[in-house]
């Protein structure tokens, strides 16, 4: 790999507040709290500012792709038969696939799945995921911020049970 692309998230915001940068990079897609947690441990700030931050980061998207995703492919639906094809058999597709086994699990399902702290899950995909299976706005909301909540709960420990690990063979 090219080392000009890697991601290297101190070199990247190495001229910016440790803080800051901790909420920007909470706001970028795959990386989201899961990248932002061990980057605010390695510039030293506390464990619960680090979560604060992260969890605060990782939200912002979450107002935008949620009031965005239904306006802009209604209105790419409008205009391009390709993209109303597209969505018709992806919304076709999915809720009857998925509608029934779901229909009363849907907003724990999707708090569970922002949760998991793994590639492609997390609060961008999770809000894909409530546009796709027509979960209301602020439930959708609510349930993403719970999600990511338990997110951070879960790297803030796991990073704090490794830096003790660390120590603890490091002498």
């Known amino acids: 790999m090219n080392p000009q692309f890697a991601l290297n998230w101190a070199n990247w ?35 619960w500012q680090a979560y604060l931050i992260a969890v605060a980061g990782n939200m912002v998207p979450v107002f935008f792709i949620l009031w965005l ?16 094809r597209f969505f018709n058999w992806l919304f076709d597709r999915t809720r009857r696939k998925l509608e029934k ?6 907003e724990i399902a999707l708090a ?3 949760a998991i702290p793994l590639p492609v899950t997390g609060a961008w995909t999770g809000s894909v995921a409530a ?9 959708a909301l609510l349930w993403i ?3 990511v909540l338990t997110a951070g709960v879960i790297v ?3 990073m704090g049970t490794s830096v003790g690990v660390f120590r603890v063979f490091k002498g």
């Open 69 to 84: 995703l239904k306006p802009v492919s209604k209105w790419l639906m409008e205009r391009s038969v390709l993209f109303d």
């Open 131 to 139: 546009f796709v299976f027509d979960i209301p706005y602020r439930k």
């Open 145 to 147: 911020f719970i999600g």
């Open 101 to 106: 086994k779901y229909e009363v699990y849907a």
């Open 13 to 47: 915001f190495s001229n910016v507040n440790g803080y800051m940068a901790t909420f920007l990079i909470a706001m970028i897609p795959i990386a989201e709290l899961r990248g932002a947690i061990p980057y605010a441990w390695s510039v030293d700030i506390p464990w």
């Open 112 to 114: 569970a799945f922002v």
């Open 156 to 158: 803030t420990a796991v």
